[in-house]
């Protein structure tokens, strides 16, 4: 009888165009078979303590390359059958593209592959035809958990459209640090209370669309302003701050069921005082707070091993061997699998660790790959990938969310909604705290076509301002200046600030006696660096949905509805939002 159902199943793969012409797949579909009927401790004593240790390794594409001659498939396709690794993460390339080279290379790999992304804000964070929502602050300012159930639902469909098993979302930091250069609107805010509820709902709606949820960065990388891409950052204070705080939202997320937490790279001396150890390798943050204390049984992910609060202080070999110390089940992104791989293997033949050490951690990776399906189907369908990923449904909901988040900080005078406006001259000056325009684009093409100002002129300035006499004299033409701020997170730039000229120049313009609103499109925090503006808007972000919003509230075809989900000064406490 067994027999005949290998011999229907085989048939069934290859009618679907999945068998491969290559001497473990009949391994493969015994594999499949077998764990269907629960035999994971059966896979396990069959595994040798090198496929074992393999499994605990996720790997990362350089690019994207779906040429099987290039130098980075054929690294992966050694990963995969020599190495033997157990997942993947991704962080280019288009839906069809990915979900073919996910079917791919999950042929290759006799136990299926766990692919993961860092899809915080939807897929179009990596995928560039995927969806974007608006930022985790701007659902905050919403204060409605079922848009974030939604949100996560939405963009767990859109995981499984294409193979992605785990995303690396939600970020459940509590954001209480206005100079944070790397968390900041990734966070839904500075309440505990918020972030978790927020953060729960998001959690509920990816795991009941099958994919695997993370809560990071654990133990909280709200209170900081070094960025860990950088170096590491040091948290200055006990546990009594951090039990009452940071680890509320993560306490939170565990007992709604999380099914993964994330690791920081960030340092806690009143905790582990080892010189430069970050909480990701410290067995006293992962093992004795995350795991005995707080009594998660999960899967338990390092942040990329990449990072500069990584790599600056500890080499390859040992942070291979400080991840099983500490308790990780997953090593994200190691800077050489083979010698990671190696380094493990080399220490439980010395007695540092058990097999049976190594053993826990493949049972609970076993245990979430089965939990996602993957032991009865590893491959997807591209020819559906379209028709999921960045749906009108999608679009329908990042515009409700977004719609619902725009946040009235600041309204002197009344002079907003702009409904009278139609005799009045505008002149849109957008500012960028990098070398790029962001959005600045769409913003002034869709304000454009807005007509609300009889006339309107625009420009977009970025970085470092030089010889801004002319400009100012020009903005004395006008009746309204209207400031669009793209001041956003970017990894390795240390700040989410503005320069120092760009804040003279909303400064000076005050000074012109004209009317100045400032909208600011990221970093909510801004209005700490300049006086005297009529009016401040919040928007948290520069998707197209959330500058359609702006756009809709600042002229009254919407009314303004978010509050603060941060205080942004004493003046602006949390929870500020002047409603229409």
Same mark, same amino acid.
């Given at each position: 009888?067994?027999?005949?159902?290998?011999?229907?199943?085989?048939?069934?793969?290859?009618?679907?165009?999945?068998?491969?012409?290559?001497?473990?797949?009949?391994?493969?579909?015994?594999?499949?078979?077998?764990?269907?009927?629960?035999?994971?401790?059966?896979?396990?004593?069959?595994?040798?303590?090198?496929?074992?240790?393999?499994?605990?390794?996720?790997?990362?594409?350089?690019?994207?390359?779906?040429?099987?001659?290039?130098?980075?498939?054929?690294?992966?396709?050694?990963?995969?059958?020599?190495?033997?690794?157990?997942?993947?993460?991704?962080?280019?390339?288009?839906?069809?593209?990915?979900?073919?080279?996910?079917?791919?290379?999950?042929?290759?790999?006799?136990?299926?592959?766990?692919?993961?992304?860092?899809?915080?804000?939807?897929?179009?964070?990596?995928?560039?035809?995927?969806?974007?929502?608006?930022?985790?602050?701007?659902?905050?300012?919403?204060?409605?958990?079922?848009?974030?159930?939604?949100?996560?639902?939405?963009?767990?469909?859109?995981?499984?459209?294409?193979?992605?098993?785990?995303?690396?979302?939600?970020?459940?930091?509590?954001?209480?640090?206005?100079?944070?250069?790397?968390?900041?609107?990734?966070?839904?805010?500075?309440?505990?209370?918020?972030?978790?509820?927020?953060?729960?709902?998001?959690?509920?709606?990816?795991?009941?669309?099958?994919?695997?949820?993370?809560?990071?960065?654990?133990?909280?990388?709200?209170?900081?302003?070094?960025?860990?891409?950088?170096?590491?950052?040091?948290?200055?204070?006990?546990?009594?701050?951090?039990?009452?705080?940071?680890?509320?939202?993560?306490?939170?997320?565990?007992?709604?069921?999380?099914?993964?937490?994330?690791?920081?790279?960030?340092?806690?001396?009143?905790?582990?005082?080892?010189?430069?150890?970050?909480?990701?390798?410290?067995?006293?943050?992962?093992?004795?707070?995350?795991?005995?204390?707080?009594?998660?049984?999960?899967?338990?992910?390092?942040?990329?091993?990449?990072?500069?609060?990584?790599?600056?202080?500890?080499?390859?070999?040992?942070?291979?061997?400080?991840?099983?110390?500490?308790?990780?089940?997953?090593?994200?992104?190691?800077?050489?699998?083979?010698?990671?791989?190696?380094?493990?293997?080399?220490?439980?033949?010395?007695?540092?660790?058990?097999?049976?050490?190594?053993?826990?951690?493949?049972? @609970?990776? !076993? =245990?979430?790959?089965?939990?996602? #399906?993957?032991?009865? %189907?590893?491959?997807?369908?591209?020819?559906?990938? +379209? $028709?999921?990923?960045?749906?009108?449904?999608?679009?329908?909901?990042?515009?409700?969310?977004?719609?619902?988040?725009?946040?009235?900080?600041?309204?002197?005078?009344?002079?907003?909604?702009?409904?009278?406006?139609?005799?009045?001259?505008?002149?849109?000056?957008?500012?960028?705290?990098?070398?790029?325009?962001?959005?600045?684009?769409?913003?002034?093409?869709?304000?454009?076509?807005?007509?609300?100002? @009889?006339? !309107? =002129?625009?420009?977009?300035?970025? #970085?470092?301002?030089? %010889?801004?006499?002319?400009?100012?004299?020009?903005? +004395? $033409?006008?009746?309204?200046?209207?400031?669009?701020?793209?001041?956003?997170?970017?990894?390795?730039?240390?700040?989410?600030?503005?320069?120092?000229?760009?804040?003279?120049?909303?400064?000076?313009?005050?000074?012109?006696?004209?009317?100045?609103?400032?909208?600011?499109?990221?970093?909510?925090?801004?209005?700490?660096?300049?006086?005297?503006?009529?009016?401040?808007?919040?928007?948290?972000?520069?998707?197209?949905?959330?500058?359609?919003?702006?756009?809709?509230?600042?002229?009254?075809?919407?009314?303004?509805?978010?509050?603060?989900?941060?205080?942004?000064?004493?003046?602006?406490?949390?929870?500020?939002?002047?409603?229409?």
């Amino acid at each position: 009888m067994k027999f005949f159902l290998i011999l229907f199943c085989i048939s069934i793969f290859a009618f679907f165009g999945f068998v491969q012409n290559d001497k473990t797949y009949n391994q493969r579909i015994l594999s499949q078979i077998n764990t269907s009927d629960d035999q994971i401790e059966k896979i396990i004593s069959e595994m040798t303590l090198r496929e074992k240790v393999a499994q605990m390794m996720v790997t990362n594409s350089f690019g994207f390359d779906l040429d099987e001659n290039s130098d980075d498939f054929k690294r992966f396709k050694n990963l995969i059958e020599v190495e033997k690794v157990g997942g993947v993460i991704f962080f280019k390339g288009n839906s069809v593209q990915e979900a073919n080279l996910i079917n791919k290379l999950q042929s290759y790999s006799n136990i299926p592959l766990l692919i993961s992304a860092d899809f915080e804000r939807g897929t179009a964070m990596r995928l560039e035809d995927g969806s974007l929502f608006p930022s985790n602050m701007g659902l905050g300012a919403t204060r409605n958990t079922e848009l974030a159930y939604k949100m996560g639902l939405q963009i767990a469909k859109e995981c499984r459209a294409i193979g992605v098993h785990q995303n690396y979302s939600p970020v459940v930091d509590v954001n209480n640090n206005p100079k944070n250069p790397i968390i900041n609107v990734r966070s839904f805010g500075e309440d505990p209370l918020l972030v978790s509820q927020m953060g729960d709902a998001m959690i509920k709606g990816l795991q009941d669309g099958n994919v695997i949820a993370t809560a990071k960065h654990f133990p909280g990388h709200g209170d900081t302003d070094i960025d860990s891409h950088s170096d590491l950052p040091i948290i200055n204070f006990g546990m009594d701050r951090l039990n009452s705080i940071e680890l509320v939202p993560f306490k939170s997320a565990i007992n709604s069921g999380v099914k993964s937490v994330m690791i920081a790279h960030l340092s806690f001396p009143a905790v582990d005082v080892t010189p430069f150890l970050p909480s990701s390798l410290s067995k006293k943050i992962v093992t004795d707070i995350l795991i005995n204390d707080l009594n998660f049984n999960g899967l338990i992910v390092t942040d990329a091993l990449n990072m500069k609060g990584i790599t600056k202080h500890f080499t390859t070999k040992e942070v291979a061997l400080s991840c099983v110390d500490a308790g990780i089940d997953i090593i994200l992104m190691p800077q050489g699998e083979k010698e990671s791989i190696d380094a493990i293997v080399e220490a439980v033949g010395q007695g540092v660790f058990s097999e049976e050490r190594i053993n826990k951690s493949v049972r @609970k990776i !076993l =245990e979430a790959k089965k939990w996602a #399906g993957l032991f009865e %189907n590893k491959f997807v369908d591209v020819n559906n990938v +379209k $028709n999921i990923v960045n749906s009108n449904d999608a679009k329908i909901l990042s515009q409700q969310i977004a719609d619902a988040s725009i946040t009235l900080v600041k309204n002197n005078n009344s002079i907003l909604p702009f409904t009278n406006v139609s005799d009045n001259s505008a002149f849109i000056i957008s500012l960028n705290n990098g070398n790029e325009t962001a959005n600045a684009d769409y913003f002034i093409k869709t304000f454009s076509e807005s007509n609300m100002f @009889k006339s !309107l =002129e625009s420009v977009n300035l970025t #970085g470092d301002l030089t %010889n801004v006499d002319e400009l100012i004299s020009k903005s +004395k $033409n006008f009746d309204n200046i209207i400031i669009p701020i793209y001041a956003k997170v970017k990894i390795m730039t240390g700040t989410v600030g503005l320069p120092e000229t760009q804040l003279n120049l909303i400064n000076a313009l005050v000074q012109n006696g004209k009317k100045v609103t400032v909208l600011s499109m990221g970093n909510p925090y801004l209005i700490q660096g300049f006086d005297g503006i009529d009016a401040y808007v919040c928007a948290f972000g520069d998707s197209e949905a959330t500058i359609n919003s702006t756009i809709k509230a600042i002229n009254g075809t919407i009314k303004f509805k978010g509050k603060l989900p941060v205080g942004i000064s004493e003046e602006f406490p949390y929870g500020t939002g002047i409603l229409n």
